[in-house]
C-alpha cells in the first residue's frame, strides 16, 4: 500500500549539499500493517516518515501510496492526498488554546465537513480513544497519556487509511506508555488503518509491529519481520538494538572462576517449550546450572535465552556430546566460556 522507491533526502547546509538524511531507502508497507522504523538519533527516521505524507519532499525517488505517485502531487491533490494519512507526534502538537472537542473538531472542519457532521462526530471519537469525560478540557488539564489520546483522535478523526506516528510514547512514562500503544494496536484492528511507527526503542517495537527496518545513517540496514529480527539479528547494529531489550549480560562476578562450560541459548517457538536442557542431564550425565534466562514473547511466538553452566564430575568429553544436542535442539547456541 505504501511504496517507497530509492528515496533520498539531501538537506542543503549554507550552499554546500549537506549529507544525505536519507539515503537510497526502498520499503513496502502492506496495508494494515504495523511496521515500525527503529534507529539511533538522527538516523534520518523522521525525515523518511516525512515523505510519506509529503511534508519532506524526497530529492530523488518515488513515494507510492496504493499504487499512486504522490511524490508528484501539487496543490488541491497533495491536500486530499494528505487527509487520507493521520499522524501523531511525540510532544503531541495540541492546540493550547482550545478544548479537546475544539481540537478534533478542528480537523474535521478542515477536511469540510458540516457542523452537524461534526457535533456527531466529535464524541463519537472521543469515545473510541477514551477521553469521553474530556471534551471540555484543555490541553494543560491533561496528562501526557490523555494528550497523545487528543492527537490520536485528532489524527483519525477524518478516517485515514495510514497513521503516522512519530516516537508517540517516547515523552511518556512505561505504563502510560503501553497504554498508548495497545491504543494503536485496537485501532490498527477494530479500524483497519495501516500504521507507521518510529522509535529509538526496541522494546516498542516489540510490543505492537509485524515487520521493522532498522535505520543507520540514513539507510535501511536491515528488514523484516519483527520475529525474525529478534531472533537473528544480522546488522552489528541491530544486535545492539535486539541485547538492549533482550539484555542478558552476565554480571562479571559469575563469570570470574567457572569450572565448565558456560553456554547462551536461544530458543525459538516450539522449542521454547521444550525439556532439552533435562534431557541432556539424564543422556549425558551432565549437570545443568542456569545462571539466567528469560521468555519474550514477540506476537504470539515465544522466544526463549538462557544462560547455563555444563559440568560433568569425571568425563568432560560428554559436555561436548551435550553441547552439540543442544546445537541439534535449539535455535542457537553460543559457547562463551570453556
Ligand atoms: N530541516 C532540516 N534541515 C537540515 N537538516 C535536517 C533537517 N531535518 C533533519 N536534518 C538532518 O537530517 C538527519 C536526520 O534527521 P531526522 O530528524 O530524520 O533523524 P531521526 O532519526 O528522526 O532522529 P531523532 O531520533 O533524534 O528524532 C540529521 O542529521 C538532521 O540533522
Ligand atoms: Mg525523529
Not at 103 to 128: M, Q, W, Y
Not at 157 to 163: D, G, W, Y
Not at 237 to 251: D, G, I, M, W
Not at 265 to 279: H, T
Amino acid at each position: 500500500m505504501i511504496e517507497l522507491q530509492k528515496i533520498c533526502v539531501a538537506f542543503h547546509q549554507g550552499k554546500q549539499q549537506g549529507s544525505l538524511a536519507v539515503d537510497d531507502v526502498s520499503l513496502a508497507i502492506s496495508q494494515g500493517e504495523v511496521y515500525g522504523i527503529v534507529g539511533a538519533s538522527g538516523a534520518g527516521k523522521s525525515t523518511l516518515l516525512r515523505t510519506i505524507n509529503l511534508l519532506q519532499r524526497p530529492t530523488a525517488g518515488t513515494v507510492k501510496v496504493n499504487g499512486v505517485a504522490v511524490s508528484g502531487l501539487t496543490g488541491r491533490a497533495l491536500r486530499q492526498q494528505r487527509q487520507k494519512i493521520g499522524m501523531i507526534f511525540q510532544h503531541f502538537n495540541l492546540m493550547h488554546t482550545r478544548t479537546v472537542a475544539a481540537n478534533v473538531a478542528f480537523s474535521l472542519r478542515a477536511a469540510g465537513k458540516s457542523t452537524a457532521d461534526i457535533a456527531r462526530r466529535v464524541p463519537e471519537i472521543l469515545a473510541l480513544v477514551g477521553l469521553a469525560d474530556k471534551a471540555d478540557a484543555y490541553p494543560a488539564q491533561l496528562s501526557g497519556g490523555q494528550k497523545q489520546r487528543v492527537g490520536i483522535a485528532r489524527a483519525i478523526a477524518n478516517q485515514p487509511e495510514v497513521l503516522l506516528c512519530d516516537e508517540p510514547t517516547s515523552a511518556l512514562d512505561l505504563d502510560t506508555s503501553s497504554a498508548i500503544l495497545q491504543l494503536l494496536k485496537e485501532i490498527n484492528a477494530r479500524l483497519g488503518i495501516t500504521i507507521v511507527l518510529i522509535s529509538h526503542e526496541m522494546a516498542v517495537i516489540k510490543s505492537i509491529c509485524d515487520r521493522v527496518a532498522v535505520m543507520s545513517r540514513g539507510r535501511v540496514v536491515e528488514e523484516g519481520d519483527v520475529f525474525d529480527i529478534f531472533a537473528n539479528p544480522r546488522h552489528e547494529f541491530t544486535r545492539q538494538l535486539v541485547s538492549h531489550t533482550l539484555n542478558l549480560e552476565l554480571p562479571a562476578r559469575l563469570m570470574q572462576d567457572l569450572q565448565g562450560t558456560l553456554l547462551k541459548i536461544l530458543f525459538i517457538g516450539p522449542s521454547a517449550e521444550q525439556p532439552v536442557l533435562s534431557d541432556v542431564a539424564t543422556r549425558f550425565g551432565v549437570s545443568v546450572n542456569i545462571l539466567h534466562g528469560k521468555i519474550e514473547y514477540i506476537g504470539s511466538r515465544a522466544l526463549g535465552l538462557l544462560v547455563a553452566l555444563l559440568t560433568h564430575p569425571d568425563t568432560p568429553e560428554r559436555i561436548t556430546e551435550a553441547v552439540n544436542y543442544i546445537r541439534d535442539n535449539t535455535a542457537r547456541v553460543e559457547v562463551l566460556h570453556g
